[in-house]
């Protein structure tokens, strides 16, 4: 949907589940658009069930004037692997003190307006109340997404191969947001 300035005003809030409907649509959107996300093997399935399935730490969705969600984004306990190590070595944490931001997804006609940022902002204050340090792996070829991570100050600390075969860059938030998580750990 193709949106004029006025129509640009968003809140974020918790994910209810009476979002998914809406939440699918924005990914078929997306899926119309670009078929590099989401990955393959979600696409013949339930797609509201595989947007929210790894974010069970917290889920936020970002709505319009008339509450009609517009971008989502959740964060997610982390699994021990290859990006676990690079995120534990770089952060010099144990992997149970990390949240990853993960599944975030913004309408296409509501993109380059700031909300897929409100949204991180949100999702990294939760994870930092929670005594986390928020974390993310964005797919090498995910401009947008990876622009926006560097944009907020985020820093890539390596790269490893994702299940899907597909580079993913793995990142870790900048000072500022590294300093009050690890004072929310120390308090
Ligand atoms: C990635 C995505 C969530 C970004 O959402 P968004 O709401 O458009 O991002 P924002 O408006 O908050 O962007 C903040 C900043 O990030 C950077 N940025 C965002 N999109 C960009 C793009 N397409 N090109 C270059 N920079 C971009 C800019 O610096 C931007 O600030 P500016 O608009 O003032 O220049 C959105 O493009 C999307 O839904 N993509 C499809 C899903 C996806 O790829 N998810 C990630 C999978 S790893």
């Not at 897929?116 to 999702?123: F, N």
């Not at 993310?136 to 820093?155: C, F, I, Y």
């Amino acid at each position: 949907m193709k949106r004029n300035a006025a129509d640009r005003a968003f809140t974020v809030r918790a994910w209810r589940p009476g979002d998914d409907p809406a939440l699918v649509a924005i990914l078929r959107a997306q899926i119309q658009l670009d078929p590099g996300w989401p990955p393959a093997y979600a696409r013949g399935g339930d797609l509201g069930k595989w947007l929210g399935a790894p974010a069970t730490l917290g889920r936020w969705v970002a709505v319009d004037s008339r509450e009609e969600p517009v971008g989502h984004v959740g964060i997610a306990p982390v699994a021990p692997g290859e990006r676990a190590e690079l995120w534990t070595t770089a952060l010099g944490c144990d992997i149970s003190a990390l949240a990853e931001v993960c599944r975030n997804l913004v309408e296409p006609g509501m993109r380059r307006t700031g909300v897929s940022a409100g949204l991180t902002r949100v999702a990294l204050r939760a994870a930092i109340d929670a005594g986390r340090v928020p974390v993310a792996a964005v797919l090498q070829d995910r401009q947008a997404s990876l622009a926006m991570m560097l944009s907020a100050g985020w820093r890539v600390v390596g790269g490893v191969v994702g299940s899907s075969g597909r580079e993913l860059s793995v990142m870790i938030p900048g000072p500022r947001v590294l300093a009050a998580a690890q004072a929310g750990r120390a308090a």
